[in-house]
Nanobody, 116 residues
């Protein structure tokens, strides 16, 4: 079955960086676009970034442009989110997602806390 396992979250100071990973299994990873979402306390889940199946194109939410970079390694069945210049408002649980045949599959998320 589809499994998505996020890792790499933690506590970081404002202005710092983190790299999140999402290891995928149970489907042909290289055939699907992958997305990162996040959910801050008391807020709805929001799209962070999406990358095409081959990794040739990516799109970002406006507030993340220039600070976050999504990438993937299809040989490792892994999608990454490099986050730079982190701000306290980036504090959230970060999830990766794949949509297969109209069904969304989510990982359990990894918590990112940006605080001094």
């Amino acid at each position: 079955q589809v499994q998505l396992v996020e890792s790499g979250g933690g506590l970081v100071q404002p202005g710092g960086s983190l790299r999140l990973s999402c290891a995928a299994s149970g489907f042909t990873f290289s055939s699907y676009a992958m997305s990162w979402y996040r959910q801050a306390p008391g807020k709805e889940r929001e799209l962070v970034a999406v990358i095409t199946s081959a990794g040739s194109s990516a799109n970002y939410a406006d507030s993340m442009k220039g600070r976050f970079t999504i990438s993937r390694d299809n040989a490792k069945n892994t999608v990454y989110l490099q986050m730079n210049s982190l701000k306290p408002e980036d504090t959230a649980v970060y999830y990766c997602k794949v949509n297969r045949y109209g069904v969304n599959y989510w990982g359990k998320g990894t918590l990112v806390t940006v605080s001094s």
